[in-house]
């Protein structure tokens, strides 16, 4: 049976910090050699490097094989790029509400149960 000599090496890029807003406070750049990009919003690794686009989050760390098989050598290959995403520009935050199922209903007095049919309650209906 053959072993892996090579070391496996897990390194997370530079992280970006944030200030006590949740706004970024040092900005990181995109690298298309040790970087994917996981939105699915952009095609192409390399148009975000050459527009210096700014990594927001990254969701999982760079994975690097150091050596060769058999262990000899400091040849450094890319297994894993870290997975991150971008910040977008031009996007407002929101703040999203998500509303009540009370408040949903179309009288705030009755339950969205005691709205249903008498034919939907029916217990041959019931599976």
Request: hydrophobic share 40%; net charge negative.
């Amino acid at each position: 049976m053959r072993t892996q000599l090579a070391e496996f090496i897990m390194l997370p890029p530079l992280q970006p910090e944030y200030d006590t807003n949740g706004d970024l406070a040092r900005q990181v750049y995109f690298n298309a050699a040790l970087m994917n990009e996981r939105s699915g919003l952009t095609n192409d690794n390399g148009e975000l490097e050459a527009q210096q686009s700014v990594v927001r989050i990254v969701l999982f760390p760079l994975v690097v094989k150091k050596g060769n098989d058999v262990g000899e050598g400091d040849d450094e290959v890319v297994v894993c790029p870290a997975q991150v995403l971008i910040a977008r520009p031009g996007k407002d935050k929101r703040v999203s509400r998500m509303t009540s199922g009370d408040r949903m209903s179309i009288d705030a007095t009755k339950s969205v149960h005691s709205m249903a049919p008498s034919s939907m309650m029916d217990v041959s209906n019931m599976i």
